[in-house]
């Protein structure tokens, strides 16, 4: 037996078939079980965002107003303030302050503007992609617009 070459090729090339196929399979990392096809035509409901939305979808129903308002209180009054002749407390320690939500200025801006302000945060003012959902926020913009 001159060569072992050949039995090394022979002993590795189920290895180099099974390589073929590796990559057509639907996982998506290494050593993850496969995953079943989404039905077709369906669309992510979590995960990673796309892009901002150019509309607003959500509707300034009774519900979101409430929701908004609560929300609201909880993620941004503590720097905006409930109003803007009050800072919240953090808001008391920023120089310069935090502008107040319910400013004329403040109403004027686009609501996709304000969405991605949020999303993304906006100079000293942090991101809240992943503390709200998008659904969340809209309800904080249909909130803002009704005080003025
Ligand atoms: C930690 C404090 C803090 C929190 C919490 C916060 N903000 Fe802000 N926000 C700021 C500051 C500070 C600015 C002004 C930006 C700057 O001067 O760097 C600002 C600016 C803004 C602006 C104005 C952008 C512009 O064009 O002037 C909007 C709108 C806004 N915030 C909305 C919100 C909303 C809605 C929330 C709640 C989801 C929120 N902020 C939570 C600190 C905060």
Same mark, same amino acid.
């Given at each position: 037996?001159?060569?072992?070459?050949?039995?090394?090729?022979?002993?590795?090339?189920?290895?180099?078939?099974?390589?073929?196929?590796?990559?057509?399979?639907?996982?998506?990392?290494?050593?993850?079980?496969?995953?079943?096809?989404?039905?077709?035509?369906?669309?992510?409901?979590?995960?990673?965002?796309?892009?901002?939305?150019? +509309?607003?979808?959500?509707?300034?129903?009774?519900?979101?107003?409430?929701?908004?308002?609560?929300?609201?209180?909880?993620?941004?009054?503590?720097?905006?303030?409930?109003?803007?002749? $009050?800072?919240?407390?953090?808001?008391?320690?920023?120089?310069?302050?935090?502008?107040?939500?319910?400013?004329?200025?403040? $109403?004027?801006?686009?609501? +996709?503007?304000?969405?991605?302000?949020?999303?993304?945060?906006?100079?000293?003012?942090?991101?809240?992609?992943?503390?709200?959902?998008?659904?969340?926020?809209?309800?904080?913009?249909?909130?803002?617009?009704?005080?003025?």
């Amino acid at each position: 037996m001159k060569s072992p070459g050949i039995f090394i090729i022979l002993a590795v090339a189920p290895l180099l078939t099974a390589a073929l196929w590796m990559d057509r399979q639907q996982s998506y990392k290494p050593y993850q079980p496969p995953v079943l096809n989404t039905p077709a035509g369906s669309v992510p409901t979590s995960g990673r965002e796309g892009r901002t939305p150019e +509309v607003n979808p959500v509707k300034a129903t009774r519900d979101s107003l409430e929701q908004g308002k609560i929300l609201f209180i909880i993620n941004c009054a503590l720097c905006h303030g409930e109003v803007s002749s $009050q800072p919240g407390s953090v808001g008391l320690k920023l120089d310069p302050r935090p502008p107040g939500l319910d400013q004329s200025r403040m $109403q004027e801006l686009s609501e +996709v503007f304000i969405f991605r302000v949020i999303t993304l945060g906006f100079g000293r003012m942090p991101p809240f992609k992943d503390k709200l959902s998008p659904r969340e926020r809209w309800d904080i913009i249909n909130f803002l617009h009704t005080r003025n």
